[in-house]
């Protein structure tokens, strides 16, 4: 199994960026798609995760009201739309798939990972 993640780069204060993340290798009847980052000297973390299963979302503190989250089930593709985007949210975006139903946001419960987008927001 194989996720390529796309869509990072360098963005202004209170820009936008939309992330996309395609699972491939394999076709999953039930499964979870997630986003995590991670920036420099500190743990991974998750931003926002989704499952396949009745479109449950789970979102962070840290998406609140400007991250979204959605899910291709057809493409097994993942995307996160970011808006009003802050320096603090410079970091490398990780997309991770996890098999099953179940889903949840410690990064060590997934099972598969993308090899990770920067994103960096000026001021």
């Known amino acids: 199994v194989q996720l390529q993640a796309s869509g990072g780069g360098l963005v202004q204060l209170g820009g936008s960026m939309r992330l996309s993340c395609s699972a491939s290798g394999r076709t999953f009847s039930r499964y979870g798609m997630g986003w995590f980052r991670q920036a420099p000297g500190k743990e991974r973390e998750y931003v926002a995760v989704?499952?396949?299963?009745?479109?449950?979302?789970i979102s962070s503190d840290i998406a609140g009201g400007r991250f979204t989250i959605s899910l291709d089930n057809s493409q097994q593709t993942v995307y996160l739309q970011m808006t009003s985007l802050e320096p603090e949210d410079t970091a490398m975006y990780y997309c991770a798939l996890k098999i099953g139903p179940n889903l949840q946001v410690d990064p060590s419960g997934w099972d598969y990972w993308g090899q990770g987008t920067q994103v960096t927001v000026s001021s």
């Open positions: 989704i499952g396949n299963s009745q479109a449950k979302i």
